[in-house]
C-alpha cells in the first residue's frame, strides 16, 4: 500500500490528477500547433542571420566600447537561440508525434528539463539587457573608470555570470522550492503558478527578478540617453566616435522597448495571480507566452 501510495505521488507531481492531455483546450485558436511550428521557424532563422552578422561586425570592429556591447549581444543572440531550440523542438515534437508524457516521463524528469529550460531562458535574456545597460551607462558616464577596469574577459564574466544567476532561480525547484508542472494544453512544462507555499515564493521570485531587469534597464538606458544628447550637443564633441555610441544606445532602447512589451505581460500576470485568490486563467498564460515568444523575433539585431 506505501508502495503504491509513494509511486501515485511521484507519478502526479508535475501532473494533474487525470491530464494531460488536455482535449478541451486543444480546440482553442491559441493553443493551435501552427503557432509554436511558425514561432520557431522565424526565430531560429532570424536569430542564425544576426549570429552570423554579430560575428562579421565583432572581427571588423576597432572601437572597443563597441566589442563590449557585441560581446552582450552575441551572449543574448546564443541564448534566445538556445531557448528557441530547446523548447521549440520539445514543443513541436510534442504537436507531431503526440506523445504521451505519463508513459515516457512517468518521474517528471523531462518536465522538469523543459521547466528548467523555460526559466533559465526566460530570465537570461531580461537579465543580459539589464546588464547591457549597466555597461552603456558605465561607458557613457564613466568612459575613462571603465576602459581602465574593464577588460574583454571581465565582459565575458558578466555574461557567465548572468547565465550562471538564471541557472541557479532554474535549480530552486528541484530542491523543493517551487515545482515544475504541465502546462495546457499539454505541449508544455512551466514552474507551478500558486498562491499558496513554496510555489507562490518562486513565482513572485521569477516574476520579480524579471521586473527589475527591466526597471533597471529602463532607469540606466533613460539616464545614458540623457547623457549621451548632451554630450552629442555639446561644443567639443568627438563626432566620429559618438556615431557608435548613438547607435549602440539606439540599438539597446528598442531591445528594451521589445522586452518590456513582451514580457510585462506575462510577469505582471503571474504576479497579479499569486498574489491574488483568483485561479489561474490557463488562456491568459498561453496568451502571454506568444507575446514572449514574439520577443525573439522582433529583436533588432
Known amino acids: 500500500m506505501n508502495t503504491t501510495n509513494s509511486s501515485f505521488k511521484n507519478d502526479t ?3 494533474s490528477p487525470n ?10 485558436s491559441i493553443a493551435r500547433p501552427a503557432y509554436s511550428a511558425i514561432f520557431s521557424a522565424l526565430g531560429l532563422t532570424s536569430h542564425f542571420i544576426a549570429l552570423v552578422v554579430l560575428l562579421q561586425s565583432f572581427r571588423q570592429t576597432h572601437s572597443r566600447s563597441r566589442s563590449f556591447f557585441l560581446i552582450f549581444l552575441g551572449g543574448l543572440v546564443v541564448t534566445d537561440f538556445m531557448g528557441l531550440l530547446v523548447t521549440g523542438s520539445i ?5 507531431i508525434t503526440h506523445f504521451n508524457w505519463r508513459t515516457i516521463d512517468p518521474n517528471c524528469h523531462f518536465c522538469n528539463f523543459m521547466g528548467m529550460s523555460m526559466v533559465f531562458y526566460g530570465l537570461s535574456p531580461l537579465l543580459l539587457g539589464a546588464s547591457m545597460a549597466i555597461e552603456r551607462f558605465i561607458g557613457i558616464n564613466c568612459p575613462f573608470a571603465r576602459s581602465s577596469t574593464m577588460p574583454k574577459r571581465r565582459t565575458i564574466t558578466m555574461v557567465l555570470m548572468v ?5 541557479c532561480i532554474a ?3 528541484l530542491m523543493g522550492f517551487g515545482r515544475y508542472h504541465m502546462q495546457k494544453p499539454g505541449s508544455w512544462c512551466f514552474f507551478y ?4 507555499g513554496n510555489d507562490q515564493a518562486f513565482s513572485l521570485l ?5 521586473l527589475f531587469s527591466i526597471a533597471l534597464s ?17 561644443k567639443n564633441r568627438k563626432q566620429r566616435r559618438r556615431d557608435y555610441e548613438v547607435e549602440m544606445m539606439v540599438q539597446l532602447i528598442l531591445i528594451m522597448i521589445i522586452a518590456t512589451v513582451c514580457w510585462c505581460p506575462m510577469l505582471v500576470f503571474i504576479a497579479y495571480t499569486v498574489l491574488s485568490t483568483a485561479n489561474l486563467n490557463e488562456g491568459n498564460l498561453l496568451l502571454w507566452l506568444r507575446f514572449v515568444t514574439w520577443n525573439q523575433i522582433l529583436d533588432p539585431w
Open 218 to 234: 529602463f532607469l540606466l538606458n533613460t539616464v545614458s540617453v540623457v547623457t549621451l544628447i548632451k554630450v552629442c550637443c555639446g
Open 19 to 28: 491530464n494531460p492531455p488536455f482535449e478541451e483546450f486543444e480546440s482553442r
Open 91 to 95: 514543443v513541436v515534437s510534442f504537436h
Open 13 to 15: 507531481n508535475c501532473y
Open 206 to 210: 521569477f516574476s520579480l527578478v524579471g
Open 193 to 196: 503558478i500558486s498562491s499558496k
Open 163 to 167: 547565465w550562471l544567476i538564471a541557472g
Open 171 to 173: 535549480l530552486l525547484p
